[in-house]
């Protein structure tokens, strides 16, 4: 099948796909952030149908494809990881209980932007676009794309800061 659908097979392309998205799903989810794993999913079936043409040997399919699915992955969380250690204090060696409330809280902060604003940090930020290459995704313009990433970033902000505590106000 994998050779078939290398050689141009539509038909068998179809089949692979089908047969391939579940396991790339659960690889997706082990991997990924949850709320991500669907769109790592799509992306590395997309991946898959471009490049299968570039294999070049049909018995290293599965390692190829999981790591298509790893890089996929590991492009939308390692900016977001990098920017949570980066608030980190240097002296803490290891990932404590408050490194995981702040993956968290910025992971809710993304979850709870609107749409408009949230497509644009994840195609910036986490897979990297540049301005121009996530503007033509989301087919705005440039412009736009700059607004709703200051204005999600405001909003991520505003959230992560959070209410001040009465006590701490006065």
């Given at each position: ?23 790339i ?9 949850a ?82 604003h ?53």
């Amino acid at each position: 099948m994998i050779a078939a659908a290398r050689a141009g097979d539509a038909a068998a392309l179809e089949a692979l796909l089908r047969v391939a998205r579940p396991h790339i799903r659960r690889y997706a989810e082990r991997y990924c952030v949850a709320q991500m794993a669907e769109d790592a999913t799509q992306e590395a079936l997309w991946t898959l149908y471009r490049r299968l043409p570039a294999l070049r040997s049909v018995a290293a399919f599965p390692l190829w494809l999981l790591r298509i699915v790893a890089r996929i992955c590991f492009g939308l969380v390692s900016p977001l990881w990098r920017r949570i250690e980066a608030l980190q204090d240097d002296s803490q060696s290891a990932a404590g209980p408050d490194d995981i409330e702040l993956r968290l809280d910025l992971e809710r902060a993304i979850e709870a932007l609107p749409e408009t604003h949230r497509e644009a940090i994840l195609l910036f930020y986490f897979c990297e676009l540049s301005v121009a290459d996530t503007a033509a995704r989301l087919g705005i313009s440039r412009e736009a794309v700059k607004v709703r990433l200051h204005r999600g970033r405001a909003l991520i902000r505003d959230r992560l800061a959070g209410p001040i505590p009465a006590e701490e106000a006065s």
